[in-house]
């Protein structure tokens, strides 16, 4: 088996012939074609796949990915891919990303990749955007939260809806105000969903979907099939699963196989290394070291945790518990929440190897200032 340089045409036709038997060669062409880097392998001498990689400012894309119909199923793609995949390492890009076919992404999510955006279709087929980071961000990525109640941005203490405070009554005002700081993510959390058990909130979500860039996830409330799709369907980006996943394992499990383990953020609320539910308010037996290892094994690569002793008290983060889920599990993007108060806190879990931390009530009560956060962007 051999992987060498092959002619724009060679991949014409063999995309054509695989992906588009019924369409004529100039269907498969686009007019940047030629500047692309195109690639074959080769076993036994017969050419079995083919792709074409395209490089612009440090990004990668490749396009016209097919493998012989007669050879697909023998790790043929597969060898090709890792093959482009491990150039774009050794030459210092930054990501790599296709467009790909919905039904036929898993391929890509063995190498890393992730779905990004909405799906949309094209002749008639649904495609969606699949991408991998190569070059990992130097800095720990700050997500800043933002909990909604009757509309409302505010922060509980300890998860107490008693200890309610009203920061502001326009929250997409406050996550314009994070988009202006430099910051990329939005952790936004339906209080009165998880409250009701069902997502109430979602026009909050629709307008800062809509008005910003900011790539959230979202939770609270999410508790059946149709709780996931408003949530998708209202611009978030991840739907963030908790308690669920406690309590009901076929359920989330369902949804990972479904939708991707990609558009999932599963939330761990800990005490004592032991997972609890309910508000905080019941401790279960389940060890979070289980609970991890049992959803990774089903694909889930971001989680974050929380130490519900330490919420919203800022008191400071739990960065020993961080530091042994780390250790424990150091392939996983790991984020950190709860008892953030100075920058010396961020600096700490930057330094136990997480890769983000929400930060919320430090944020609110000025602990923190968003410039201050620049330096992590």
């Not at 799906?119 to 190569?134: R, T």
């Not at 026009?203 to 800062?208: G, N, Y």
Request: hydrophobic share 40%.
């Amino acid at each position: 088996m051999s992987i060498q340089p092959v002619s724009s045409n060679e991949v014409w036709v063999m995309r054509q012939t695989v992906m588009y038997p019924h369409e004529n060669i100039d269907f498969v062409k686009l007019e940047d074609d030629d500047r692309g880097m195109h690639l074959g392998l080769y076993d036994y001498g017969e050419l079995v796949s083919v792709v074409s990689v395209f490089e612009k400012d440090g990004s990668v894309q490749f396009r016209k990915f097919a493998t012989k119909t007669n050879w697909q199923g023998k790790g043929y793609g597969s060898s090709l891919l890792k093959h482009v995949m491990d150039w774009a390492v050794r030459n210092g890009k930054k990501n790599i990303w296709c467009n790909a076919r919905l039904s036929a992404t898993g391929i890509y999510r063995k190498f890393g990749m992730q779905a990004v955006g909405m799906p949309w279709q094209k002749y008639g087929l649904d495609f969606i955007k699949m991408e991998k980071q190569l070059l990992q961000s130097k800095r720990m990525q700050i997500i800043p939260a933002i909990d909604i109640i009757d509309g409302k941005c505010v922060r509980l203490t300890q998860g107490d809806y008693e200890q309610k405070k009203i920061y502001n009554e326009h929250p997409l005002e406050v996550a314009k105000q994070f988009e202006d700081a430099g910051l990329k993510r939005l952790h936004l959390v339906d209080l009165d969903g998880a409250k009701a058990g069902a997502v109430k909130n979602w026009k909050v979500l629709e307008a800062i979907a809509g008005k910003t860039e900011l790539v959230i996830d979202f939770g609270g409330g999410i508790k059946t099939e149709k709780d996931v799709n408003i949530v998708f369907e209202s611009g978030a980006a991840l739907a963030t699963i908790g308690s669920l996943a406690v309590k009901n394992e076929f359920e989330f499990v369902k949804w990972l196989l479904q939708y991707g383990a990609e558009k999932f953020l599963l939330g761990a609320d800990v005490k004592d290394e032991k997972i609890t539910v309910g508000g905080w308010l019941e401790t279960t037996d389940i060890s979070i070291y289980d609970f991890l290892k049992k959803y990774i094994d089903h694909g889930v690569q971001q989680v974050f945790c929380t130490d519900v002793s330490k919420d919203g008290l800022l008191a400071g983060p739990s960065v020993e518990l961080y530091k042994n889920i780390i250790g424990r599990f150091p392939k996983l993007n790991f984020i950190a929440s709860g008892g953030v108060s100075s920058l010396k806190d961020l600096d700490d879990l930057e330094a136990a190897g997480c890769s983000g931390a929400i930060v919320g009530k430090a944020i609110y009560e000025n602990r923190i200032t968003l410039d201050e956060l620049k330096k992590f962007s």
